[in-house]
């Protein structure tokens, strides 16, 4: 099981606002926040939910930036 940190350095190391991932699972922004910052303790469910959801913001990300750079669009920071 991955711990909050970790997802904390995997969103950000991937460019994934976290806002999107709260929009994904349907927690609150400030919820995300805490469980990364260890101010609350995650279920690990939960902790699980915000894993895959990320996982698939990641794969999305990655299908958008191959797909500009196949049609010549620039593929910057796409938060």
Same mark, same amino acid.
Do not use: F
């Given at each position: 099981? @991955? ?16 806002? *999107?991932?709260?929009?994904? @699972? ?7 926040? %805490? ?10 469910? !939960?902790?699980?939910?915000? %894993?895959?959801? *990320?996982? !698939? *913001? ?5 299908? @958008? ?15």
């Amino acid at each position: 099981m @991955i711990d909050a940190l970790k997802l904390k350095e995997k969103r950000t190391a991937a460019g994934i606002a976290g806002t *999107l991932v709260c929009q994904k @699972i349907g927690i609150a922004r400030s919820r995300l926040s %805490d469980i990364e910052r260890g101010y609350v303790k995650a279920l690990p469910e !939960e902790l699980a939910r915000i %894993d895959v959801a *990320l996982n !698939e *913001l990641i794969r999305v990300k990655s299908v @958008i930036q191959k797909t500009a750079a196949a049609l010549g669009w620039p593929i910057g920071d796409l938060r």
